[in-house]
């Protein structure tokens, strides 16, 4: 219980404010029920207006799919505290990004839930609203890395040096290889995309969809399918090369502040929540995924000592 205790007020806010939004989803969905008609709004057209109908029980997945953003938002930023009490180090922008974007997506989807069925739309002003908020909370994380920037800079020398005297480094150079991570859920994740889109496209579609789902489905493919087999980190001896599926990333060792430990599920080259966390002079900041997350560091760092 004490790691509670290491919650800032405003993330304290956040979490209460996200299942708060929750909660009333959740009572509102199970009071409203059996009140509702059998055929609701399914989905909404920019404007907010419902272009397709579909069953009531659509109001529970609904429902699950919230609460289960949340959960895992909620148990990243737990885990983001952790590693801050853990390592003592004081960039606060993944604790940030989590903290503010729980109560956005809680509350964009428990609108779309309440207002969908209490007025049968949206209103014409809720996508506009929505993508305004996460546009703020976006700049806002951003503007908060740069504030951090000279802070990191200074413990990322007590970090690194610390990282490289446990290491017990070779003098020797040369190409080395460092496989990505991926973690199972990741796999679970492209069979399920696959799944459900020939399910549907076997049971419910007609001819003209299921081309234009099949086409879809490729496009998605072509896309994701690459990052599970062309996942690696190539360390040169002045550069770093990150292979991710059709991706591929340099970064100079020079360039280079800090590698930190971290669970942030922000969008990255990374196919696992086990991540390290590069920080960068450019402020071109990335996130990776490797097997042997202490070996990269050290190896990242020696070579670094070496420019």
């Not at 009572?27 to 609701?40: A, G, H, K, Q, S």
């Not at 907010?48 to 429902?63: A, V």
């Not at 996508?127 to 994380?141: D, E, P, R």
Request: charged share 20%; with cysteine; hydrophobic share 50%.
């Amino acid at each position: 219980m004490s790691i509670f205790r290491s919650y800032r007020t405003k993330e304290k806010v956040s979490v209460g404010l996200m299942w708060g939004i929750n909660l009333a989803t959740l009572l509102y969905v199970m009071i409203e029920y059996p009140n509702l008609p059998d055929i609701i709004p399914h989905h909404y057209g920019f404007f907010g207006e419902p272009d397709e109908w579909g069953g009531k029980w659509m109001l529970w997945i609904m429902t699950g799919v919230q609460i289960f953003i949340s959960a895992v938002e909620h148990a990243a930023l737990h885990r983001a505290i952790k590693d801050s009490e853990r390592t003592g180090f004081s960039d606060m922008t993944g604790r940030d990004a989590l903290s503010s974007m729980g109560p956005v997506v809680a509350g964009g989807i428990g609108w779309i839930t309440f207002a969908g069925t209490y007025w049968g739309r949206l209103g014409k002003g809720f996508l506009i609203v929505f993508l305004g908020a996460t546009a703020a909370v976006i700049i806002y994380v951003c503007v908060k890395a740069r504030s951090n920037a000279g802070q990191i800079a200074g413990e990322a020398k007590k970090l690194e040096k610390s990282t490289c005297e446990s290491g017990g480094y070779a003098v020797e150079t040369g190409d080395l290889t460092f496989q990505g991570k991926i973690a199972v859920w990741m796999w679970a994740v492209l069979l399920f995309i696959n799944g459900a889109m020939l399910v549907a496209a076997a049971t419910e579609a007609e001819q003209g969809e299921i081309v234009f789902m099949a086409i879809t489905l490729i496009l998605i493919d072509i896309f994701l399918v690459p990052m599970y087999f062309r996942n690696r980190i190539l360390l040169k001896d002045k550069e770093m090369v990150i292979f991710f599926g059709l991706f591929k990333k340099r970064i100079a060792y020079e360039n280079i502040i800090l590698l930190k430990e971290t669970h942030n599920p922000l969008s990255s080259l990374a196919m696992s929540l086990d991540r390290i966390y590069i920080y960068t002079l450019s402020g071109d900041n990335v996130m990776v995924s490797v097997k042997d997350k202490k070996g990269f560091m050290q190896e990242v760092y020696r070579r670094k000592r070496l420019q």
